[in-house]
């Protein structure tokens, strides 16, 4: 069953057909952004299609939280490593985007001030002890961090590719610049809960795991030490 919130007065009504064809579109979009880096910067790039703003503006809607997974995952493949210089910047657009959109908490404000994922993991994924959108979310959240050893042997020697995805100023004025607030979500609300939380897929337990792992370690790894 397809698992979504409350509708605003202006979300769209989806059938159960747009929501498979939906959500077979970003397979395919996903799939192809990660197997050719060519139509990955050509998706990201077109003036026209606005690719990233159009993906992103999918998740505060009141969509099924299944569409909205599978949104995630699109924006985890354009958002791969090995795309030199034009993918980090794709990477910085996507963190610019998640923080206008909210699509989290970043202003601050304690845990009456949750927002999007945050909610919907609360009210939705863990009553129903399934992870469709939370997962592919962390699994975003890892692809944007870059690290070195994910460059190729000739960059890492040239030292032409830099891995720093992050917005120098993300988060200004209204906080301190950095993504503090996604680390916070990915440690606290996700890492530290996996053990207290009841999962009908086992394996949602051990993606979300992985995927809060994967992003602590890229994190560290990406510092310039």
Known sequence: PQH??????????????????????????????????????????????????????????????????????????????????????????VWILLERMEIINVRGGGSLAKKGVQIELELV???NKVYPESVPFLSLLAALIHTPKQLSLRSRITDDETVNTIPDNLGQPYRQPGIGPFVAFVVDEMFLKIPTREYQV????????????????RCLASYDL
Request: proline share 9%; charged share 15%; aromatic share 4%.
């Open 4 to 93: 979504q919130p409350s509708p605003p007065p202006s979300a769209p009504r989806l059938s159960e057909k747009d929501v498979l064809l939906g959500q077979c579109f970003l397979r395919l979009l996903s799939v192809v952004a990660s197997h050719s880096v060519a139509a990955r910067l050509a998706l990201a790039g077109h003036a026209h299609l606005r690719a990233l703003p159009t993906l992103v503006s999918l998740i505060p809607l009141s969509i099924p939280l299944e569409l909205k997974g599978s949104t995630f995952v699109a924006l985890a493949a354009i958002c791969s490593p090995g795309a030199g210089s034009a993918g980090v910047e794709i990477c910085r657009t």
């Open 125 to 127: 994924e863990e009553s």
């Open 202 to 217: 086992p394996k949602d337990r051990w993606q979300m795991n992985d995927y809060c792992l994967s992003f602590v370690e």
